[in-house]
């Protein structure tokens, strides 16, 4: 396990698609986030699990995302009926709470570049 | 709405020099981070420094943080050509303090 691995790393689909990306955190990592990044913009939070239980979600998303990380491991982000403006990067990360206290490195995944047309 | 705003938006020098980054943030931290991005590894975490910290140094980089102001800085010394890259400051908040807000970023060119 070298790090954090996200699929598929492009994605293209029609507006009304719908998607489902997939992350891969670092196996000790017991935190996980999702963050959409547009050009020329930082990384925007989605969502963050500790374990299975999501946290935290940002107000920005609409009832058309959903994530999940059923068994605390990898996650899953869906988007249902797609609009041309959820084209973007999406960005996962993982860090772990056994360090100390305060400390939030996180580790980033490649993205998946959603393109909708 | 962002958190972090980065100044300046773009900055461009020559290799050998120092570059210097500031980031503004609006709300009570428990620490501010700085990552670096470019297109060959991605988003990568350079340095933390908590609020109760004044000064950071990590081999190149130095970084301060004047909670009075809300503000921090991101010092590159020495700039090589392959620290070109987007750098973004990083803060904390919600419960938990685990809801990281970004910037939007400084975009760095070393020329060689």
């Known amino acids: 396990d070298t790090g954090v691995s996200q699929d598929p790393r492009h994605k293209i689909t029609k507006r009304g698609q719908n998607v489902t990306f997939r992350c891969d955190p670092i196996s000790e990592h017991n935190r996980l986030y999702w963050y959409r990044q547009t050009l020329g913009q930082g990384p925007e939070f989605l969502t963050y699990f500790q374990n299975e239980a999501q946290l935290e979600k940002s107000r920005l998303l609409s009832d058309r995302f959903s994530a999940e990380r059923p068994k605390g491991s990898f996650s899953t982000l869906e988007i249902q009926r797609t609009e041309q403006g959820d084209s973007a990067m999406y960005l996962c990360a993982s860090s772990s709470s056994h360090r100390l206290a305060g400390n939030n490195e996180q580790f980033f995944g490649p993205g998946t570049r959603l393109t909708v047309l | 709405s962002q958190q972090g705003e980065e100044d300046p938006q773009a900055l461009s020098i020559q290799e050998g020099e120092n570059a210097t980054m500031n980031c503004s943030y609006k709300t009570s931290i428990n620490n501010l981070q700085w990552y670096r991005q470019n297109s060959g590894r991605g988003l990568v975490h350079l340095i933390l420094?908590?609020?109760?910290?004044r000064e950071k140094h990590s081999g190149r980089l130095r970084v301060t943080l004047d909670t009075s102001k809300k503000s921090s800085s991101l010092l590159i010394t020495a700039s090589r050509a392959a620290d070109t890259a987007s750098y973004f400051c990083?803060?904390?908040?919600?419960?938990?303090?685990?809801?990281?807000?970004f910037g939007a970023g400084t975009r760095l060119f070393v020329k060689a």
């Open positions: 990083a803060t904390d908040e919600g419960v938990g303090g685990f809801k990281t807000i």
């Open positions: 420094i908590r609020s109760n910290e």
